[in-house]
Nanobody, 120 residues
Framework: QVQLVESGGGLVQAGGSLRLSCLAS????????MGWYRQPPGKQRELVAT???????NYAEFAKGRFTISRDNAKNTVYLQMNSLKPEDTAVYYC??????????????WGQGTQVTVSS
């Protein structure tokens, strides 16, 4: 059993910052690509940023220069630092990770989501 649990969402004023965390736990052998996605109200889920176990990060255009994705492999945790937040960043933010479990099965897992609301 593998779980991803996000935390750190909340209500913030425009221009403010939030740091999201996502902890992977359970029967984990290794974790590959990790990422953050978001789903704004009434819209489809979209990519925010991804980070491999080693190598270069990838950002959506709207995230470049404002958001930073990072990970702590020892803690099985991925972070999303969000600065200069705008009302249009309001969304449910989801963590995603490619996880190989102890029985060697690999699949993508999703967290339950954390709400980020940016007021103007």
């Amino acid at each position: 059993q593998v779980q991803l649990v996000e935390s750190g969402g909340g209500l913030v004023q425009a221009g403010g910052s939030l740091r999201l965390s996502c902890l992977a736990s359970g029967s984990i052998r290794s974790i590959g690509l990790m990422g953050w996605y978001r789903q704004p109200p009434g819209k489809q889920r979209e990519l925010v940023a991804t980070i491999p176990s080693s190598g270069s990060t990838n950002y959506a255009e709207f995230a470049k220069g404002r958001f930073t994705i990072s990970r702590d492999n020892a803690k099985n945790t991925v972070y999303l630092q969000m600065n200069s937040l705008k009302p249009e960043d309001t969304a449910v933010y989801y963590c995603n990770a490619l996880i190989r479990s102890r029985d060697y099965a690999s699949q993508y897992y999703w967290g339950q989501g954390t709400q980020v609301t940016v007021s103007s």
